[in-house]
């Protein structure tokens, strides 16, 4: 079992940033592909970025290219989601998820992916 722990969410004016993190707690984070998932109000939840194991292959949801940079430290158990010249419609509960799979690919589904946080709201104003 992995229990994830997502922080770093708040309010933002536009154009501003926010650095999220994931910690993983009981047991290694560096066995799990890792994703950071979003869901605005009556929305579905959407994925936002993805990264490997070793860190070195990671994808990004259009929209959000060249704003966000998902990295990793398996050291510290922790993912993070940096977040640059936000939007007003990235405001959205933010999740991490691990998926378990062995295959070399990220997963944008969310059914692909094992275990889930509780989310981080982050609300960007105008």
């Known amino acids: 079992q992995v229990q994830l722990v997502e922080s770093g969410g708040g309010l933002v004016q536009a154009g501003g940033s926010l650095r999220l993190s994931c910690a993983a707690s009981a047991r290694s984070l560096s066995s799990y592909k890792m994703g950071w998932f979003r869901q605005a109000p009556g929305k579905e939840r959407e994925f936002v970025a993805g990264?490997?194991?070793?860190?070195?292959?990671?994808d990004y949801e259009d929209t959000v290219k060249g704003r966000f940079t998902i990295s990793r430290d398996n050291a510290k158990n922790t993912v993070y989601l940096q977040m640059n010249s936000l939007k007003p419609e990235d405001t959205a509960v933010y999740y991490c998820?691990?998926?378990?799979?062995?295959?070399?690919?990220?997963?944008?589904?969310?059914?692909?992916?094992?275990?889930w946080g509780q989310g981080t709201q982050v609300t960007v104003s105008s």
């Open positions: 990264i490997i194991w070793g860190g070195n292959i990671k």
């Open positions: 998820a691990a998926d378990a799979s062995s295959k070399v690919a990220i997963n944008w589904g969310s059914t692909a992916y094992d275990y």
